[in-house]
């Protein structure tokens, strides 16, 4: 997996749901994403396409409106607890994420879960959907 002019890419071959190297892949894709949302937020943006679907607190953000949703994460950081990923169908993947934020200004850490579903095209991987929770009490 490599990130190539900010854009999240991986050979077709290492579809999720086909392989150990296929999962293998997903896990190295949600590792770059949170890589750089915790350098470069923008960069994050790469992961998504117009079809994609964002959840984050209540919150449902689609297409041109997921930038200011994940945006709202900038200067955080993610310490990843688990992360477990299951294939589905043919190139779909869900990867649940468990773990803590650390938002500047704030002394304790947040627990959240994510959950991403991992979808292909003719670009390679992608988020087709994404669901974000802080995790209190």
């Known amino acids: 997996l490599r990130i ?3 854009i999240f890419r991986v050979d077709a071959s290492h579809n999720p749901a086909n392989n150990q190297a296929g999962q293998a ?10 890589t750089a949302l915790q350098t470069d937020t923008a960069k994050t943006l790469a992961a998504y396409r117009d079809s994609s679907i ?3 607190e209540g919150i449902l953000s689609k297409g041109s ?8 994460f900038a200067g955080i950081k993610v310490e990843v607890k688990t992360f ?10 869900v990867v649940q994420v468990t773990g803590a934020c650390r938002i500047a200004g704030q002394e304790n850490p947040l627990l959240f879960a994510r959950v991403f579903m991992i979808a292909q095209d003719a670009s390679g991987l992608f988020l087709a959907n994404d669901v974000f929770r802080f995790n209190y009490g």
């Open 4 to 6: 190539r002019n900010d």
């Open 25 to 34: 892949a997903a896990q190295e894709y949600v590792t770059t994403y949170f």
């Open 54 to 56: 964002f959840h984050s």
């Open 65 to 72: 409106d997921i930038a200011p949703a994940v945006g709202k």
């Open 84 to 93: 477990d990923i299951q294939a589905t169908m043919p190139g779909l993947t």
